[in-house]
């Protein structure tokens, strides 16, 4: 079982940042795992369903939804396993719980990390 362990959420103002992690962690991790999938971040507001945020393969292409309008960069490191997000120039809609996965959703999803933007 591999599962993703995401963290760096908090309680932010219009237009601050942050930034977030997702470590792969589990017993069926091998050493080869994290580095040859990519790694996407999806997120869901109250009441709506899970959407995509951001991807990054592993060769270090990126694509991101239209809502991030160049203000959110997504990166991996993998040596630790673990991907990030840096969320800049955060709107009130940003607010939900943000996750990772590999591509299409094959892992369960851990609990998320929660971002709650609110002046």
């Known amino acids: 079982q591999v599962q993703f362990v995401e963290s760096g959420g908090g309680l932010v103002q219009p237009g601050e940042s942050l930034t977030l992690s997702c470590t792969a962690t589990g017993p069926g991790l091998r050493g080869n795992t994290f580095r040859t999938k990519a790694v996407d971040w999806y997120r869901q507001a109250p009441g709506k369903g899970r959407e995509f945020v951001a991807r990054i393969t592993r060769t270090g292409e990126i694509s991101y939804a239209d809502f991030v309008q160049n203000r959110f960069t997504i990166s991996r490191d993998n040596a630790k396993d673990t991907a990030s997000l840096q969320m800049n120039a955060l709107k009130i809609e940003a607010t939900a719980r943000y996750y990772c996965?590999?591509?299409?959703?094959?892992?369960?999803w851990g609990q998320g990390t929660q971002v709650t933007v609110s002046s």
């Open positions: 996965n590999f591509p299409f959703a094959v892992l369960s």
